[in-house]
């Protein structure tokens, strides 16, 4: 497929960077929402974790920074968790917080861990792919 790549056309990683701090209070906020009980049971998400609002939360901040093409993205690589895949000028990136950063355990049971820490330091941006149209992104990212 051909396309007249429009630079400039999106955020560029670099934009990204620049509101890596932004996405970490993002998930801070979720972290702080995250109520479990003494046997690690949270009215709403019983004994699972929250990468999926994290992630969640991190598209509204990546939207306000004009990102118009994300996403969020199940994997079960390892452990089941959810990142979010933007378009950007410079390509498609993985955006993610590790979730061993805020929680423990595995699969489905997670507990939250006391000692987590929000800064900038915790993002991962990863180029996963080259630049590419709207269409092929949607069609290429839309189904996971």
Known sequence: MTFKLDIGKFPSSCDIESRFEDLAAAAKSVYDEWLQDEDGLDDVLGAG????????????VLDGAGVQFSTTVHTTIGENHVFVVALLDDGVFSIDIPPHVYETGGGYVWKKREDAVFD?????????????????????????
């Open 49 to 60: 974790g929250i990468c999926q609002d994290i992630a969640s939360r991190m598209l509204e």
């Open 120 to 144: 900038a330091s915790v993002i991962e941006m990863m180029r996963i792919g080259d630049p590419m149209d709207e269409e092929t992104f949607n069609e290429t990212y839309s189904d996971y």
